[in-house]
DNA sequence: GTCTCCCATATTGCATTCATTTTTGCTGGT
DNA sequence: ACCAGCAAAAATGAATGCAATATGGGAGAC
């Protein structure tokens, strides 16, 4: 029997709760989970327990664990912790990045403006991201990285669907230029206020289209059918 | 047979590790654990991973748990994230706090001044700590308040011995005057500039103690009994 | 002495089992 | 239709059991 799945398992385990593939408050079939992973409870609810310590999910006693729901006030708060977080990383980033972490970080900018000009969301976004975990990671302050990952990871179940008016994504990338300028320029200051700007633009967007469909269309029938989530 | 053990177990497994029960670098006992909360071990690893997910100790496969070790690079990241984070807790605290907790605030600080004329330490690092709380709570935003205690649980290892000079106490008793009056007057960007660099002077103290202090007398014979930690 | 190899023992990882709680679906009443 | 009330079914929480891995101690070689 294989040993050791922990790690692999939670991180399938995340990736199902991030991904989209499980709604918003809804519940986290355990049995269903076991069975596709092809492992026991113990080592599921195991995950479960480290999912909720990373704030993925919400744990009920005795009924189990639950998506955490997307509110406007947990979207603010979690913008603008991660605004702290990469304000920190972008002080940090000029003090210790290398001259290779540099041209690789180059390199991803010029991609992603490339995908900006054709207007390929999906791959934008990928750069993106990995602009700013490439950023965190050049700080080489793990305790950061960590939380910056978490934060970012309880961040991305909401951004999933979320789209990209084109003024905003103009914005965008004039705010990456001046992060690339900032980092060239080894500036952590100018960086880090950057960062934290970019970031309040982006909570800006992604609030405005929370509270455009805000009723969610689920006082139907499969909403009713669903049982009712924790409180 | 007593359901639902998991949130006590887990802050009593916590306080196990950062109370200083367990030193750094060592194996966590699963089996008398176990018997020391009277439960079996499925809770009990459960708990595990959940301090795991917090960083309070590291999990080695087919090695159990470790706390983990007291590095001066951690106590660096440690304190330049909890930085950030308060800094931010006192940007909100200007804007959301009430009336009734500028109030309580008053008084903790007024209290931990007594306590500072009188010298009596532990009383102090109490009512300081409480302060600090309460202005993170004031805030209200949980996501904050969550990464705050995870990452402060993380902190309170190191600090649990860290002495306290009197030249760095008389200052930190400063800038802590500094701090009730930017709350006074909701003056959100002082007010987080204060904690910012109050940390940064805590930090320097323990990391001067850490230094003072660096072979940690560990070559002996009890060193050598001991099990090597991970890596 | 001490170094290496080997085996008994302890510990870990996971599956299974069992008790308790919640959920569901049915019944009969209104 | 609607609701209580209740029993069956499902899900959860925790203990136990069992295979895989690591640890500790001694025997023997040098």
């Given at each position: 029997m294989k040993q050791n799945v922990h790690a692999d398992l939670l991180g399938a385990l995340r990736d199902v709760v991030t991904g989209g593939d499980l709604p918003p408050?809804?519940?986290?079939p355990e049995k269903q989970l076991c069975d596709r992973f092809g492992v026991s409870r113990t080592p599921l609810r195991e995950a479960l327990k480290a999912l909720a310590a990373e704030g993925l999910v919400d744990l009920v006693p005795n009924r189990g664990a639950w998506t955490k729901p997307v509110t406007i006030d947990e979207t603010r708060d979690l913008f603008s912790v991660i605004g702290a977080l990469e304000e920190l990383a972008g002080e940090q980033c000029c003090t210790r990045i290398t001259e290779a972490e540099t041209e690789r970080l180059r390199a991803l900018h010029v991609a992603m403006r490339a995908r900006f000009e054709t207007r390929d969301l999906a791959a934008y976004y990928a750069l993106n991201r990995q602009i700013h975990e490439a950023i965190v990671a050049s700080t080489r302050n793990e305790v950061l990285t960590r939380l910056y990952m978490q934060t970012n990871a309880r961040i991305a179940r909401i951004r999933f669907v979320a789209p990209m008016p084109p003024a905003i994504w103009t914005t965008a990338m004039q705010e990456h230029d001046g992060m690339m300028n900032a980092i060239e320029r080894r500036d952590g200051t100018v960086l880090g206020n950057i960062l934290r700007t970019h970031l309040r633009h982006k909570c800006a967007a992604i609030i405005a289209d929370l509270e455009s469909g805000?009723?969610?269309?689920?006082?139907t029938e499969a909403g009713r059918r669903r049982r009712r989530p924790p409180a």
């Open positions: 408050a809804s519940r986290v805000t009723t969610e269309a689920d006082a």
